[in-house]
């Protein structure tokens, strides 16, 4: 069967339909769990596995509005889920009076105009406009604040908190800017193989962690983490990756091998994010999504698989 | 009327900007009156505190304020008198003044206070040496609580002197109510509520 027997639309509909009726069973097997096991108690890890599946089921029925209003919807809920990453990480990262300007700049120039350009598609300057252009310019701007103390760090991190919240994320989006012979007009369906690919690699790792779960990865960092989980979820979620190549431009191993790679990096990106949580001593980045904790806990993987995987599809696809 | 509609639109807006959450650590919200004291780094620190409150102990808490800032333009008079339903304090005192008397008023009649003891918007880290005016009201009320309050990132999201808002999250966490204790000299009074209030500064 080709992909090209069916339009976009369609084909983003049946994914969408094939995500509501997982979510179903989800909601199912969440229901089940609290009436049978708690039996009158209450049971934490419950509590929480349903308080994730309803916050699944309104973040995907706002991806769906997203995708059903097309292409700049997607672009400005990006924008938007960058912001609110942002907001969250600069909240606990240790700036100074003198860095006000530097953050103005970040939150009112970099964020829009990286989107912006996104937009109207030009990758020459979006691909540099943070790593180069932010990242000479905000300095510039904080050491007008005329303050030395702990400049380099406050420096660097408010550069980080750039990279990964806006630069890397914004990846998402940039792969409506490219242009794949026998793919046009069903970029979104790029959007979706990633997604899909990577926050099921998160809930199955998630799933086998606390079904099989015993040896603790590195509690130092994460305590949740598991090497059952890694395995089981990175494995299972490369299977999904593999089954979704009908609406990608690769072959199914090509898809498969590009699942592996992104969900391998996806875990990492959970990984590095927590190090920085543990080190400020937070468990979450936020209260934003009930359940999962901030923006940043939700996208962490993607931030880090999105930029890879724009990449391979520009280099051996375009 | 108006006044309490235009007073719930404003904590709306700075819960919806800031994504104000209250963490209650060392108390929980009560009535009665009390003095809230807080870090003061911008001009919105007390609409904060105020709009992180349950509605019932906003309907009863009154924010000291500087009157030389709030009492300059009609629109800031207007808010500060009619809708915080501010305490002004002159924070130069003149022959005459009675800043402690004006703070004890709404102190007897059962209403709390919010006051920032620092006396000015500190721009740095940590906070600045109190001023002895939370003391004289602890002589004169040795009963009444005295509650920290820490509000983290307000200050670098409205810091003085800025126009635009930094979109940060900000946290305000309430800790644990201090007593004058019999015969506490008011040295150490002061260095223990700057103690319950730097505890709950974020660790950096």
């Known amino acids: ?318 | 009327m108006f006044e309490k509609t235009l007073a719930s639109i404003f904590c709306a807006i700075i819960r919806i900007l800031t994504g104000a959450r209250a963490v209650w650590r060392g108390t929980q919200p009560e009535t009665r009156a009390q003095i809230y004291y807080a870090n003061h780094r911008s001009h919105g620190d007390f609409i904060l505190i105020w709009a992180i409150l349950p509605p019932a102990l906003r309907a009863v808490t009154r924010p000291v304020a500087g009157a030389d800032y709030w009492l300059a333009g009609w629109l800031r008079r207007y808010l500060i008198e009619r809708v915080f339903r501010g305490v002004l304090i002159d924070r130069h005192v003149k022959r005459g003044d009675d800043p402690i008397g004006a703070m004890l008023g709404p102190l007897e009649a059962g209403e709390s206070l919010i006051v920032f003891p620092e006396g000015t918007r500190n721009q740095g880290d940590g906070i600045l040496p109190f001023k002895p005016g939370i003391h004289h009201l602890a002589e004169k009320r040795p009963d009444t609580e005295f509650i920290p309050v820490w509000i983290e990132n307000l200050g670098r999201a409205m810091p003085k002197g800025g126009i635009l808002v930094v979109p940060l999250l900000c946290t305000v966490t309430i800790g644990t109510p201090v007593t004058l204790e019999p015969g506490e000299r008011r040295a150490d009074f002061l260095s223990r509520c700057q103690d319950a209030l730097l505890v709950l500064e974020p660790s950096e």
């Open chain 1, 1 to 318: 069967m080709s992909t090209l027997e069916y339009s976009s639309s369609h084909t983003l509909l049946l994914v969408f339909a094939g995500i509501t009726g997982c979510l179903f069973v989800a909601s199912l097997v969440g229901l089940i769990l609290r009436m049978c096991l708690t039996g009158g108690r209450t049971n934490s890890v419950i509590i929480n596995l349903n308080a994730r599946i309803n916050a699944w089921w309104v973040m995907v029925l706002i991806l769906a509005l997203a995708f059903w209003a097309g292409n700049t919807a997607v672009i400005v809920l990006f924008a938007f889920i960058s912001l609110q990453a942002l907001r969250e990480y600069i909240s606990v990262t240790y700036t100074r009076r003198g860095d006000y300007r530097a953050l103005l700049w970040c939150f009112f120039f970099f964020l829009p105009l990286q989107y912006w350009l996104i937009g109207i598609g030009w990758y020459g300057l979006f691909s540099i406009l943070i790593p180069v252009y932010a990242f000479l310019l905000l300095p510039i701007s904080s050491t007008l604040g005329a303050d030395t103390t702990r400049f380099l760090e406050r420096a660097a991190k408010v550069q980080w908190g750039l990279m990964i919240c806006v630069y890397c994320l914004s990846h998402v989006p940039a792969l409506l800017v490219l242009d794949i012979a026998g793919f046009t007009g069903r970029n979104l369906q790029l959007i979706v193989f990633l997604l899909l690919t990577v926050q099921s690699s998160d809930v199955f790792q998630y799933v086998w962690g606390k079904l099989l779960g015993s040896r603790k990865l590195a509690p130092e960092i994460s305590p949740s983490k598991t090497l059952e989980g890694l395995i089981g979820g990175v494995l299972t979620s490369t299977a999904v990756g593999a089954a979704l190549w009908w609406i990608t431009p690769f072959t199914w191993w090509q898809a498969a091998l590009i699942a592996l790679t992104i969900n391998v990096l996806g875990f990492f990106g959970g990984f590095v994010l927590s190090a920085i949580k543990r080190d400020r001593g937070i468990k979450d980045w936020g209260q934003m999504i009930e359940g999962h904790g901030g923006m940043l806990d939700r996208v962490d993987s993607v931030s880090f698989s999105a930029p890879i995987f724009f990449h391979i599809v520009r280099y051996w696809w375009t």
